[in-house]
């Protein structure tokens, strides 16, 4: 009781403290318009203009101050920022720059002193790159969804270079991309939150979706080296693209270059990114759905925003008050537009299960996405963490040879696999500070009732029922 009360009381004051730096926000942005405006008043003609400044170039503002709740969604309202200037939009194609996040309107990338590396999960202050975004941003550089959309065509990239990491979270995710990064010349990405804002972009057109989209991973996947704004003009020679294009990736066929490990709910973009990169290579990761579970109700409980999350699922009053918001938690859980899971979107069904219910209906709704994509002819494969466990190397190999990777590769991954810490670090979601909540159990006939209805609705295995295995997962079924 005491326990709970302290989280409450931590928990509402960092929403406090999140609303006071809003506040801030606005109040700095309102002076700086202000004193814009007085400027403007005073400007004479012999003055510098950038030509066309609003609609084709970016603008540079440096971090004042910063605060964001744990893992939550990255957002320009991140940052309190200074006074923008004007730069041309091949500014952000440096290594110290990098794609944060995106709206209906503009591009938000992030500035990092020269030398960081935000993709090096050893060197980062946090293994998710949205994180290490957040914590080591000097600059701010805004832009155009269009400006993006242009200069990203600019850009090199071949789609057989890629391989997209869907999983259910909770799943032993972050450890595969630590094998992966073992491979030389592999590039990963840990959960680029550019591809989660486009989870709100429902309402655009699917060719409007696709190409935002493709836009994206060509801006997630730039060279690493600084490149002149030269060199990607229409006039650049055509055996330089050559060489450029096999340096930053490997020919059809070839082994990948860059592995993205999105959010768990983003596989509700999984066919929009097999569209807008067509050749891109697919691994889904899994693991027993009552472990999934426990961990998910565990590690998101340790969340400071879980009071207000917990009210949004599960208060009818709450949910009343703030439906926006209440429907923004709904969309995260139940992440498919699936007609038949109408049952699931249900707002009187939605709200009667409990929290332990609610993150089984996210695993479950998870599975049968990655198992209609399949069936639907996606050259996809799934792998279940309990096989590493049980057989390192033949798991490693199993899923390095999917992925076209040298099976040298696959015998190093399956030995640092068992020397392995802890994939999460100093994150939220490291084992020390996750042993300090209690995993629950599932001793309540009308919960087990209510797991077991989820999972035969949404056609997946029961959670803890034995294999539990999804269709194509890699050593039990031929590969698709």
């Avoid at 290594?95 to 060197?123: K, Q």
Wanted: proline share 6%; aromatic share 6%; hydrophobic share 45%.
């Amino acid at each position: 009781m005491l326990h709970a009360l302290r989280w409450s009381l931590s928990s509402a004051l960092e929403l406090l403290r999140l609303r006071q730096f809003g506040i801030v926000r606005c109040l700095v942005g309102w002076a700086l318009e202000l004193t814009l405006v007085g400027w403007a008043l005073q400007l004479t003609h012999t003055e510098p203009r950038v030509e066309n400044e609003h609609a084709d170039c970016a603008r540079v503002a440096e971090i004042l101050h910063r605060r964001k709740l744990p893992v939550s969604l990255a957002s320009v309202s991140d940052f309190i920022l200074g006074r923008a200037r004007a730069v041309p939009p091949e500014a952000v194609l440096v290594d110290n720059v990098s794609l944060y996040c995106i709206s209906e309107h503009e591009a938000v990338f992030v500035e990092v002193p020269p030398g960081c590396d935000v993709y090096a999960c050893a060197s980062a202050p946090s293994p998710f790159l949205f994180d290490a975004q957040f914590e080591l941003a000097t600059r701010v550089i805004r832009m155009p969804l269009q400006a993006l959309m242009r200069l990203s065509s600019q850009v090199e990239f071949e789609p057989a270079s890629l391989l997209l990491l869907s999983n259910t979270t909770r799943c032993g995710s972050m450890l595969l991309c630590d094998l992966l990064e073992g491979v030389p010349g592999m590039r990963v990405l840990r959960e680029p939150d550019a591809l989660t804002c486009m989870l709100a972009l429902g309402a655009l057109s699917l060719d409007a979706q696709r190409a935002i989209v493709r836009a994206v991973l060509r801006m997630l996947c730039k060279p690493t080296r600084a490149r002149p704004a030269a060199a990607l003009r229409a006039g650049e020679d055509e055996a330089g693209r050559q060489a450029e294009r096999s340096a930053a990736a490997g020919a059809e066929g070839g082994p990948p270059r860059f592995a993205i490990k999105p959010r768990g709910h983003c596989i509700k973009l999984l066919q929009l990114l097999d569209d807008a990169a067509p050749g891109c290579r697919h691994i889904f990761l899994y693991r027993d759905g009552l472990t999934t579970v426990q961990s998910m109700t565990r590690a998101y409980s340790s969340e400071s925003a879980q009071l207000s999350r917990y009210w949004l699922m599960q208060s009818p009053l709450v949910r009343s008050l703030f439906p926006v918001d209440a429907a923004a938690v709904k969309g995260v859980i139940v992440i498919s537009d699936d007609p038949h899971l109408e049952w699931a979107r249900s707002e009187a069904y939605f709200t009667q299960l409990p929290v332990f219910a609610k993150y089984a209906l996210l695993w479950a709704v998870i599975c049968r996405t990655y198992v209609q994509r399949r069936a639907a002819g996606m050259r996809i494969a799934a792998c279940k963490l309990e096989d590493l466990e049980r057989d390192r190397e033949r798991f490693c190999a199993g899923v390095f040879a999917w992925c076209a990777i040298d099976a040298k590769h696959a015998a190093l991954a399956a030995l640092a696999s068992s020397q392995a810490g802890d994939a999460h670090g100093a994150s939220i979601f490291s084992r020390s500070r996750l042993s300090k909540f209690g995993t629950m159990a599932v001793d309540s006939p009308t919960l087990r009732r209510q797991l077991d209805e989820i999972c035969d609705n949404c056609g997946v295995p029961r959670l803890g029922e034995q294999p539990g295995l999804l269709p194509g997962t890699l050593g039990h079924d031929p590969p698709g």
